[in-house]
């Protein structure tokens, strides 16, 4: 099992930047994709961004596309979600997670690992 750490959120005006972190402890490994999804009061958990076990694809989903770029570094167990040109409709509690088995996985079932969330807050 794999012990996630979300940390970098918090209140931000439209138009600013956050930058999200993930530390993984525990049965780590290369051979997860890691994950970045948010909800928001009253919704459904969403999908925001998937990267590969090996770093190089990455997946993004169509309302954060050319905001958002969701990175890693193995070395150091870390995700990274960089959220730019943030908007008031990014405001969520966003989780990262850890999938074993898949590539570029983007259903809440397929990831059975998660972090216990950071709130990000966009003030218009």
């Known amino acids: 099992q794999v012990q996630l750490v979300e940390s970098g959120g918090g209140l931000v005006q439209a138009g600013g930047s956050l930058r999200l972190s993930c530390a993984a402890s525990?049965?780590?490994?290369?051979?997860?994709?890691m994950g970045w999804f948010r909800q928001a009061p009253g919704k459904e958990r969403e999908f925001v961004a998937v990267i590969a076990w090996n770093g190089i694809s990455t997946y993004n989903t169509d309302s954060v596309q050319g905001r958002f770029t969701i990175s890693r570094d193995n070395a150091k167990n870390t995700l990274y979600l960089q959220m730019n040109s943030l908007k008031p409709e990014d405001t969520a509690v966003y989780y990262c997670?850890?999938?074993?088995?898949?590539?570029?996985?983007?259903?809440?079932?397929?990831?059975?690992?998660w972090g216990q969330g950071t709130q990000v807050t966009v003030s218009s």
């Open positions: 525990g049965r780590t490994g290369s051979d997860y994709a």
């Open positions: 997670a850890a999938a074993r088995g898949y590539y570029l996985p983007r259903k809440v079932t397929n990831f059975g690992s």
